[in-house]
Structure formats: C-alpha cells, structure tokens
C-alpha cells in the first residue's frame, strides 16, 4: 500500500551534504549552509521519511568580517553532527579558514560559539569519532585542491576527547592516487562497526560519481575499499556523500544527496545492510530506490519543512536566511503580519549577488507556484523591493520608485557574466503602491513571471531558465533596497508569502 512505501527524494530540496544521528527515537540532521546565515540547519524526524526544520546551530558565521557581505560557495561545507557525552556535536570544514565546531546540550541549543580545532587552507568536510571501546578520539577530514593543492586524500589525526584540538600532524590514511580508477574522494564519514574503522565517502564528483566504503582493523590503515552505492540503470546521477544511522528496532539506513542542477543536492534515503562478507550493501544491491518500504518506525504525520510565511509581527520563519551575516535594522517587528524590509541603502543596487541582506529560502524541486504580496513605502527614487530567483544568473520582479514619485510594476534580470541588469519586459503604472506577485516554477526550474496589480494577473517577460551557484541551488529571495545617498529611504512590506503545486 501506498502508505507502507516511501518515494525519493526524501527531501526534495536544496539539503547539501546530509549527516544524520539516531538519538533515543528521534533522528536528526544538518546540512551544508555555505555563506547564509543563520547556518547549519537542524532537522528532526521520527521516521527518516517526513523531517521538519527546527532550527540553526549557527547564528552568524565567523569571522564576522568574512561575511559581512555574500560568500555563495564558501563558509560551512559539508557538516557532521555526532551525539556523544550527552551533547550534541557539529563538526565542519570552511575552505578558508580550517575545521570547526560547535556542540550543545539539546539539539534546539544553547549552541556554543565557532570553536577553531584546526587552522588551515582547503581542510573540508570532517568527521569526528569517539571511539567507545577504547575512549580514543579520531578525526577525518578531505581536501579542496582549490585552496591546498591538494585532493583525492583523507587525512587522519587523533583528537582530544573534549574535541576541542588535535593531537598530532595527521596521517594520509586513504590515498585515491593509489586505488586505480577513483579520483576525488571526499566528504568521508566515520564509523565503528564489528571490529572495523568504516569510512563512507564518495569519489568521482557530484554529477557522475559513487558512493565508496573503506575498512581497517586500525584507524590509521591500511584501508580497502568497495563502491557500494552508484547510478546503474537508475535515474539518480552520482549518489554522492551523506551518513549511516541505525534505528531503535537495529534497521540500517542511508542518506545521501543528488545533484541536481538549479534545483540543488536533494536528500535520498537508501535501504542499507551487511553482507556475508561484512561489507554494507547500500540500496537495490547497490542502485539507488526510487520507491521502498518504509522504514519499521512509529507512525508519523506526513511533514516537509516549512516554506509558507505570514510573518506574524514581522518575524520570519526558520526556512529564511539572509546571504550574508545579518545587520540590526534589515527586518522590523511590529504589531500585525507582514515582512516590513527596510530599503536599506547599497551602491550594489543593480546587482542583487552583492547584496547580504536578500532574505532566501530553497528552490523547492518539484513544479510550483510562488506567490507574495508587496507594497512598497519608500518614498525615495530608485527605492525597489520585490521577489527574486537567484543564482549565478537573476530574475525578480517587483516595485520601483520612479523620479516623479510614481511607483512601477518592474521585471529585471541578469546574466551570469553581467554585471547590470536590464529590463526583461517594460515597466508599468502600480496606481496603489501594491501588487501580488506570482513565479511558476515549471519542469527544468525554467520560470515564468506575473503580476496582479488589482486587475486581474497578467504574464510579464520570457521564461527565465533558473542557475544555481557554484555548490548551491537556485534560491528565493525577497529584497528592498534603495541607491546610495543621505536619510532614511523607507520600507517594503511583503504578505501572504505561500509556495503550492503547480
């Protein structure tokens, strides 16, 4: 029956570089934020199947300096959350800085503030393991060849049982130049498991690689290995990085992302158990499902994370983050509904990229309308808000205030290289200050734009085909801002944000 199977993607979403922990009956799991902040969202689940989002470990991401303003592909890469000694733990990589962590008593918080464990160029996605049998502690980690010139290694150290240091230079302990055929290792995860160290970590890049497995009786190596997870005959391209996690009842379980364009790295859950030979076997016999039975947990209600939004007096919800380190003033609470957005001033107004005060939420991965209505305050020319799709390349539409004091229905974009935007259909009379805004999102995140200025929705401009970033999908954005110059330009109000199926 329909209700005994599950069907993938499990999160269908822009959730890069899962990692998740069974803690009691509850499983959790963070992922990959990037530059945005807050950062390291937090997940809960009952039955691996139905998540909701319940919070950020990472309020601002530091140094602060750093992200004051848009860091698309850097800051937080590839996180693994742990529970040991009764916390919570995160570890992760920042590309420019070194590892880092953070850990908490309940996975709602208090978190604690970044703590540096180790400094370097190019140290990426760690992995840290307590290792019960002997009250050791070990870390693992990879390398980005952008920043290190190095790649398609795994480096081994000890680590001090607090996690707050290491205890040694670190050891090469798995060598992709060494194992013929496998290039680019990376985002391993660490395990104990019937005397062996287990390190699950992908190669061959995101687009058209393989998930691989790895095991020694000493954490050091020598290590072989095995592809336990790839595309087969299947439609998933690259089962790429993700994490273990048995159930209460003793069930195996695998989560892992796929790339999948503008779009982002969307979540999969694999079947997963041991062979005669006590290898894992991930999947149908090492292919991704499409469609399994469920995991053998309590029964929940069918969740998603939250996209819809009435802002209740003025605050947002978890799902929003800012592309950059937020700065007191973006948002106003107040009394009734609504997003009151200051037109905050930047010499940067023509391209939304630069802009760290654009509030963001994920690109959902199935055909959907996006809707939110706007009215904008502020009386300055050149004064806009409005509702964007943005990647390496740009669509919003939205409100402008034009020189005489009118406001108009404006349509923008911007191509990947382009460093202004133009029109993408012509500007219109907003009588009333106000609009309900509308984007399609339809098959290949190719979107379609319109308005309803009060007299019924209309089409504006061409379809934008979406891009994502570097490492990150597509985005939505809400936005005001003004160009640079004396006094306090006003503010934007947006309500009734919903997101619903086409």
Same mark, same amino acid.
């Given at each position: 029956?329909a209700?005994?199977t599950?069907?993938?993607?499990?999160?269908?979403a822009d959730?890069?570089?899962?990692?998740?922990?069974?803690?009691?009956?509850?499983?959790?799991?963070t992922?990959?934020?990037f530059?945005?902040?807050?950062?390291l969202?937090?997940?809960?689940?009952?039955?691996l199947?139905?998540?909701t989002?319940?919070?950020?470990?990472?309020?601002?991401?530091?140094?602060?300096?750093?992200?004051?303003?848009?860091?698309?592909?850097?800051?937080?890469?590839?996180?693994?959350?742990?529970?040991?000694?009764?916390?919570?733990?995160?570890f992760w990589?920042d590309?420019?800085?070194?590892?880092?962590?953070?850990?908490?008593?309940?996975?709602?918080?208090?978190?604690?503030?970044p703590?540096?464990?180790?400094?370097?160029?190019?140290?990426?996605?760690?992995c840290p393991?307590?290792?019960?049998e002997?009250?050791?502690?070990?870390?693992?980690?990879?390398?980005?060849?952008?920043?290190?010139?190095?790649?398609?290694?795994?480096?081994?150290?000890?680590?001090?049982?607090?996690?707050?240091?290491?205890?040694?230079?670190?050891k090469?302990?798995?060598?992709?130049?060494?194992?013929?055929?496998?290039f680019?290792i990376?985002?391993?995860?660490?395990?104990?498991?019937?005397?062996?160290?287990w390190?699950?970590?992908?190669?061959?890049g995101?687009?058209?690689?393989?998930q691989?497995?790895?095991?020694?009786?000493?954490?050091?190596?020598?290590?072989?290995?095995?592809?336990?997870?790839?595309?087969?005959?299947?439609?998933?391209?690259g089962?790429?990085?993700?994490?273990?996690?048995?159930?209460?009842?003793?069930?195996?379980?695998?989560?892992?992302?796929?790339?999948?364009g503008?779009?982002?790295r969307?979540?999969?859950?694999?079947?997963?158990s041991? *062979?005669a +030979? $006590?290898?894992?076997? %991930?999947?149908?016999?090492? @292919?991704p499902? #499409?469609?399994? /039975?469920r995991?053998?947990?309590?029964?929940?209600?069918?969740?998603?994370?939250?996209?819809?939004?009435?802002?209740?007096?003025?605050?947002f919800?978890r799902?929003?983050?800012?592309?950059?380190?937020?700065?007191?003033?973006?948002?106003?609470q107040?009394?009734?509904d609504?997003?009151r957005?200051s037109?905050?001033?930047?010499a940067?107004?023509?391209?939304?990229?630069?802009?760290?005060?654009?509030?963001?939420?994920?690109?959902p991965?199935?055909?959907?309308?996006?809707?939110?209505?706007?009215?904008?305050?502020g009386e300055?020319?050149?004064?806009?808000?409005?509702l964007a799709?943005?990647?390496d390349?740009?669509?919003?539409?939205?409100?402008?205030? *034009?020189t +005489? $004091?009118?406001?108009? %229905?404006?349509?923008?974009? @911007?191509?990947? #290289?382009?460093? /202004?935007?133009r029109?993408?259909?012509h500007?219109?009379?907003?009588?009333?200050?106000?609009?309900?805004?509308?984007?399609?999102?339809?098959?290949?995140?190719?979107?379609?734009?319109?308005?309803?200025?009060?007299d019924?929705?209309?089409?504006?401009?061409?379809?934008?085909?979406?891009?994502?970033?570097?490492w990150?999908?597509?985005?939505?954005?809400?936005?005001?801002?003004?160009?640079?110059?004396?006094?306090r330009?006003g503010?934007?109000?947006?309500?009734?944000?919903?997101?619903?199926?086409?």
């Open positions: 029956m209700d005994e599950y069907e993938n993607p499990v999160l269908n959730w890069s570089d899962p990692d998740v922990v069974c803690v009691g009956d509850d499983f959790y799991l992922a990959s934020s530059g945005r902040a807050p950062g969202p937090l997940l809960h689940s009952r039955n199947v139905d998540w989002l319940v919070g950020h470990a990472l309020e601002r991401l530091e140094p602060a300096a750093e992200f004051d303003s848009p860091r698309h592909d850097r800051g937080v890469w590839a996180p693994s959350l742990r529970h040991h000694d009764d916390r919570f733990w995160i990589g590309p420019d800085q070194g590892v880092f962590q953070v850990n908490a008593p309940e996975i709602r918080g208090p978190w604690t503030r703590h540096l464990v180790k400094e370097g160029k190019g140290l990426i996605d760690p393991l307590w290792d019960e002997t009250g050791e502690a070990y870390l693992v980690h990879a390398w980005a060849k952008s920043r290190s010139g190095i790649k398609n290694r795994l480096t081994g150290h000890r680590m001090h049982p607090d996690g707050t240091s290491l205890l040694d230079d670190g090469v302990i798995v060598d992709g130049d060494r194992i013929p055929g496998w680019t990376e985002g391993p995860k660490l395990y104990r498991h019937d005397g062996w160290f390190i699950l970590a992908p190669a061959g995101v687009e058209t690689g393989w691989g497995a790895f095991r020694s009786r000493d954490f050091f190596g020598p290590y072989e290995e095995r592809i336990v997870l790839e595309q087969k005959d299947t439609d998933v391209n089962p790429h990085q993700g994490g273990w996690v048995r159930t209460p009842s003793g069930e195996d379980w695998f989560l892992h992302f796929q790339q999948r503008a779009y982002g969307v979540v999969h859950l694999q079947p997963m041991w *062979g +030979d $006590g290898w894992p076997v %991930l999947g149908d016999d090492g @292919a499902v #499409a469609v399994h /039975r995991p053998a947990l309590p029964p929940q209600p069918a969740a998603a994370p939250a996209t819809d939004d009435d802002f209740p007096g003025g605050r919800g799902q929003w983050q800012w592309t950059a380190n937020p700065q007191d003033g973006w948002a106003t107040h009394s009734g609504g997003l957005l037109c905050v001033r930047t940067d107004a023509h391209d939304l990229r630069r802009l760290p005060h654009v509030l963001t939420q994920r690109l991965g199935t055909p959907s309308a996006v809707e939110v209505e706007l009215e904008l305050h300055e020319p050149g004064a806009r808000a409005g799709v943005l990647g390349a740009y669509a919003w539409i939205g409100l402008q205030r *034009g +005489d $004091g009118t406001v108009h %229905l404006v349509h923008r974009f @911007a191509e990947s #290289a382009a460093e /202004r935007e029109d993408a259909a500007p219109r009379t907003a009588p009333h200050g106000a609009v309900r805004l509308r984007i399609e999102i339809g098959a290949g995140a190719r979107c379609r734009f319109a308005y309803d200025l009060g019924g929705r209309r089409r504006s401009g061409p379809v934008f085909a979406a891009t994502p970033w570097r990150v999908g597509t985005l939505l954005g809400l936005f005001a801002l003004a160009p640079d110059g004396p006094g330009p503010a934007a109000t947006f309500t009734r944000f919903r997101i619903s199926p086409l």
